[in-house]
């Protein structure tokens, strides 16, 4: 029936003698209660003879070589059995000769590689066998089957894509069955890229000869970080003419880390996985010179052809033997051009070549504590020396020569050192040629030595406000070499602070002059002023009119002036009030002479006086009083002094007649001003 056993498959592996092993597989409806039933029929044989195997439990079974004709055809199926012993289905027959029916074993060990879009296969292969590929691309359902030899590989295949495999075999020379499929293989897609080293980290140790490098990378964008099972590390002693040390590290981490001496090394790194291994990214790191290890070796050219260098031995057991390199120096690199390892316990070494005249070599001694193809931390950088077959003079001066703090007797000067490809020797130091003018450059007159470290010096003794001309020029124990271009700088008149004072000085000089000349020409007008336009003394304020005053009693009259003051409609300026103080002198003056001739007049006559009600006489005043009316009025001033004091009655009715004559004067003086003011100024316009 359709859903019964299907696929019977019996063969034999190895020896016949094993038995012949016969395998299906279930009905999709199987249940455990059911038993199968194993039958082979011999037809050929006569009469025609019949074997049942049952009470089957497994979808295996190996019939007994006891029970098998191997040379003759054989029938044979599988039915199955329920509780009942009852037959429900059985799978189709198959015919086959016993001894024929073999089946190899199935491919075992197998290993898959990818590069360039191919698939390389290594497995445990016979040459009797014949094997058969399928492979297809992950996630598809169609295998693609080829035949295929241990020798060939599977081409055409797209690089980022992944891949499974199966592999199968049978005889060549006789008839087999295949064997039974091995398993499925994955294969990753492939790595196509390098990794990306990122800047080595280099450190020096506290134990000279020593440095810690560690080297970092990243997996490129292109790559598949899923894929990547780990990296190769492989890390390269560079050995000049001879066969570098090489080891390789395996880690799953994106760095590494390592302790080395000062030689040059070589990393490459390298991204796998299970198929396949990416392109590696190569890093050199060049040889370190630490100029401080120079004392512990000694080097001593003997000829253009050899340079005998020694150390001191160390005779530590942990000593396995030394490395030196040596190779000419060009610029800040030293390219080893030769090396060679040398035994333990030695003390001197020969190098042997051409050296060349004139260059510089570098020669490094490393010592080896662990077995020579162990590289990480196990050697040291013992010693370090440079050295000259023949020293020359340098072939140029010092670069980028500037004059700067230029005073008036001195200079600084600042150059940059010769470099070493041009020195051709030690440097020993700097020849400062100093000249007045480049006229006079053959002039070899003044020429100052430094040491070779130093890049600057401070020119003293200079003359101020001269052109000066420089050259430098370096010198080994060969001699001095070429000099460097003139330069050449002029010295100040005067320094900068110097210039500042000077001016100050002079400011300072001006300021006084102007200010002199401003005082002399104001006394000077003074003085003009006081001879031409003499200034006319204020009456009022003299000691007589003091006594007057105290003598007299006028409140009422500086009232009645305040009040008049206040209820003037005009602007009051200096000019005003000036005629004010004017008049009230003049009207003091006035009441004082007019005191003074009525008591002459009452002594003199001894008349009756007269009635109070009569006026006195008016004296006419003019706006400006001389000098010669109170020349007039003293005398009489200080004759009546005495008088005043016995008749105080009349001086008091005097003084009311003085007072209405003054308050009769100043308001005449008042409104004819006002009306002169208005006539000069028609139009209202304050003057000031």
Same mark, same amino acid.
């Given at each position: 029936m359709?859903?019964?056993?299907?696929?019977?498959?019996c063969y034999?592996t190895?020896?016949?003698?094993?038995?012949?092993?016969?395998?299906?597989?279930p009905?999709?409806?199987h249940?455990?209660?059911?038993?199968y039933?194993?039958k082979?029929?011999?037809?050929n044989r006569?009469?025609?003879?019949?074997e049942?195997?049952t009470?089957?439990?497994?979808?295996?079974?190996?019939?007994?070589r006891k029970?098998?004709?191997?040379?003759?055809?054989a029938t044979?199926w599988?039915?199955?059995?329920?509780q009942?012993?009852?037959?429900?289905?059985?799978?189709?027959s198959?015919?086959?000769?016993?001894?024929?029916a073999e089946r190899?074993?199935?491919?075992?060990?197998?290993?898959?590689?990818?590069?360039?879009?191919?698939?390389?296969?290594?497995w445990?292969?016979?040459?009797?066998?014949?094997?058969?590929?399928?492979?297809?691309?992950a996630?598809?359902a169609n295998?693609?089957s080829?035949?295929f030899?241990?020798?060939?590989?599977l081409?055409e295949?797209?690089?980022?894509?992944?891949?499974?495999?199966?592999?199968r075999?049978?005889?060549?020379s006789?008839?087999?069955?295949?064997?039974l499929?091995?398993?499925?293989?994955?294969?990753?897609?492939?790595?196509t890229?390098?990794?990306?080293?990122?800047?080595?980290v280099?450190?020096l140790?506290?134990?000279?000869?020593k440095?810690?490098?560690t080297?970092?990378?990243?997996?490129p964008?292109?790559a598949i970080?899923?894929?990547v !099972?780990?990296y190769?590390?492989?890390?390269?002693r560079i050995?000049?003419?001879?066969?570098?040390?090489?080891?390789?590290?395996?880690?799953?981490?994106?760095?590494?880390?390592?302790?080395l001496?000062?030689a040059?090394?070589?990393? @490459?790194v390298?991204a796998?996985?299970?198929a396949s291994?990416?392109?590696?990214?190569?890093?050199v790191?060049?040889?370190?010179?630490?100029?401080?290890?120079?004392?512990?070796?000694n080097?001593?050219?003997?000829g253009?052809?050899?340079?005998?260098?020694s150390?001191?031995?160390?005779m530590?057991k942990?000593?396995k033997?030394?490395?030196?390199?040596?190779?000419?120096?060009?610029?800040?690199e030293? @390219?080893?051009?030769?090396?060679?390892?040398?035994?333990?316990?030695?003390?001197?070494?020969?190098?042997?070549?051409?050296?060349?005249?004139k260059?510089r070599?570098?020669?490094?001694?490393?010592?080896k504590?662990?077995?020579w193809k162990?590289?990480n931390?196990t050697?040291?950088t013992?010693?370090?020396?440079?050295?000259?077959?023949?020293e020359g003079?340098? @072939?140029?001066?010092?670069?980028n020569i500037?004059?700067?703090?230029i005073?008036?007797?001195?200079?600084?000067?600042?150059?940059d050192?010769?470099?070493?490809d041009?020195?051709?020797?030690f440097?020993?130091?700097?020849?400062i040629?100093?000249?007045v003018s480049?006229?006079?450059?053959s002039n070899?007159s003044?020429?100052i030595s430094?040491?070779? !470290?130093i890049?600057?010096?401070?020119?003293p003794?200079?003359l101020?406000?001269?052109?000066?001309t420089?050259?430098? !020029?370096?010198?080994t124990?060969?001699g001095?070499g070429?000099r460097s271009?003139?330069?050449?700088?002029?010295?100040?008149?005067?320094?900068?602070?110097?210039?500042?004072?000077?001016?100050?000085?002079?400011?300072i000089?001006?300021i006084?002059?102007?200010?002199?000349?401003?005082w002399?020409?104001?006394?000077?007008?003074?003085?003009?002023?006081?001879?031409?336009?003499?200034s006319i003394p204020?009456?009022?304020?003299?000691h007589?009119i003091?006594?007057?005053?105290?003598g007299?009693?006028l409140?009422?009259?500086?009232?009645?002036?305040l009040n008049l003051k206040?209820?003037?409609?005009?602007?009051e300026?200096?000019?005003?009030?000036?005629s004010?103080?004017t008049?009230?002198?003049?009207?003091s003056?006035?009441?004082?002479y007019g005191l003074?001739?009525?008591?002459?007049?009452?002594?003199?006559s001894?008349?009756?006086?007269s009635?109070?009600?009569?006026?006195p006489p008016?004296?006419q005043?003019?706006?400006y009083?001389t000098?010669?009316?109170?020349?007039?009025?003293?005398?009489?001033i200080?004759?009546?002094?005495?008088?005043?004091?016995?008749?105080?009655?009349?001086?008091?009715?005097n003084?009311?007649?003085s007072d209405s004559l003054?308050?009769s004067?100043?308001?005449?003086?008042?409104?004819?001003?006002s009306i002169?003011?208005?006539?000069?100024?028609?139009?209202?316009?304050?003057?000031?």
């Amino acid at each position: 029936m359709s859903d019964g056993p299907r696929n019977l498959e019996c063969y034999y592996t190895g020896e016949i003698e094993n038995g012949l092993n016969c395998s299906w597989t279930p009905r999709h409806n199987h249940t455990n209660a059911a038993t199968y039933t194993l039958k082979i029929s011999w037809r050929n044989r006569k009469p025609p003879k019949n074997e049942s195997f049952t009470h089957i439990t497994s979808t295996f079974y190996t019939i007994p070589r006891k029970c098998l004709y191997i040379s003759e055809n054989a029938t044979i199926w599988v039915e199955t059995v329920d509780q009942r012993n009852r037959i429900c289905q059985r799978t189709k027959s198959i015919t086959l000769i016993p001894q024929e029916a073999e089946r190899p074993d199935t491919p075992s060990n197998i290993q898959h590689r990818r590069m360039s879009g191919k698939l390389l296969l290594t497995w445990d292969a016979s040459e009797k066998l014949q094997y058969e590929l399928r492979y297809r691309q992950a996630g598809t359902a169609n295998w693609h089957s080829v035949n295929f030899r241990p020798s060939e590989t599977l081409q055409e295949l797209e690089q980022l894509a992944a891949y499974e495999f199966q592999m199968r075999c049978k005889y060549i020379s006789k008839i087999s069955f295949w064997s039974l499929w091995s398993n499925i293989y994955n294969v990753p897609p492939e790595l196509t890229d390098v990794p990306l080293i990122q800047t080595l980290v280099t450190k020096l140790l506290q134990e000279p000869g020593k440095r810690i490098v560690t080297i970092k990378w990243e997996n490129p964008a292109t790559a598949i970080n899923a894929t990547v !099972s780990g990296y190769n590390i492989t890390i390269e002693r560079i050995l000049a003419n001879q066969n570098n040390i090489i080891e390789l590290f395996k880690t799953v981490n994106k760095e590494h880390t390592f302790i080395l001496s000062q030689a040059p090394f070589k990393f @490459r790194v390298a991204a796998y996985n299970s198929a396949s291994s990416s392109p590696a990214n190569e890093i050199v790191i060049s040889a370190f010179n630490q100029m401080s290890l120079n004392n512990k070796i000694n080097a001593t050219p003997q000829g253009n052809d050899s340079i005998l260098i020694s150390w001191h031995s160390d005779m530590n057991k942990r000593t396995k033997g030394y490395i030196v390199d040596w190779g000419p120096v060009y610029g800040n690199e030293t @390219r080893i051009e030769c090396s060679k390892k040398i035994k333990r316990g030695r003390q001197t070494y020969t190098l042997k070549g051409n050296f060349e005249p004139k260059q510089r070599y570098r020669i490094m001694l490393h010592k080896k504590t662990i077995k020579w193809k162990i590289l990480n931390n196990t050697e040291i950088t013992v010693g370090v020396v440079d050295v000259y077959t023949l020293e020359g003079t340098p @072939r140029s001066g010092p670069n980028n020569i500037m004059v700067t703090n230029i005073s008036k007797t001195t200079a600084m000067i600042r150059w940059d050192q010769i470099p070493e490809d041009e020195c051709q020797g030690f440097l020993q130091g700097y020849k400062i040629f100093c000249y007045v003018s480049e006229a006079s450059v053959s002039n070899t007159s003044r020429a100052i030595s430094v040491n070779s !470290s130093i890049t600057s010096y401070m020119l003293p003794g200079l003359l101020q406000k001269t052109v000066y001309t420089i050259q430098i !020029s370096g010198f080994t124990k060969t001699g001095e070499g070429t000099r460097s271009e003139a330069v050449s700088f002029t010295t100040k008149e005067f320094d900068d602070g110097e210039l500042q004072n000077i001016a100050v000085i002079v400011s300072i000089a001006i300021i006084g002059f102007v200010l002199l000349v401003s005082w002399s020409c104001l006394f000077l007008v003074r003085r003009i002023k006081k001879m031409f336009w003499p200034s006319i003394p204020n009456p009022g304020n003299s000691h007589a009119i003091q006594i007057i005053r105290r003598g007299s009693s006028l409140p009422h009259l500086e009232n009645e002036l305040l009040n008049l003051k206040s209820n003037s409609h005009l602007t009051e300026t200096e000019e005003e009030l000036e005629s004010l103080h004017t008049i009230e002198e003049v009207t003091s003056a006035l009441t004082d002479y007019g005191l003074q001739e009525n008591e002459q007049n009452n002594i003199a006559s001894q008349e009756p006086r007269s009635d109070l009600n009569d006026k006195p006489p008016v004296v006419q005043v003019t706006d400006y009083t001389t000098m010669e009316h109170f020349r007039q009025i003293m005398p009489a001033i200080r004759g009546s002094n005495t008088v005043i004091q016995t008749n105080r009655s009349e001086t008091e009715c005097n003084n009311q007649q003085s007072d209405s004559l003054i308050l009769s004067y100043m308001k005449q003086q008042v409104h004819q001003t006002s009306i002169q003011r208005a006539e000069d100024n028609p139009l209202g316009i304050l003057v000031t």
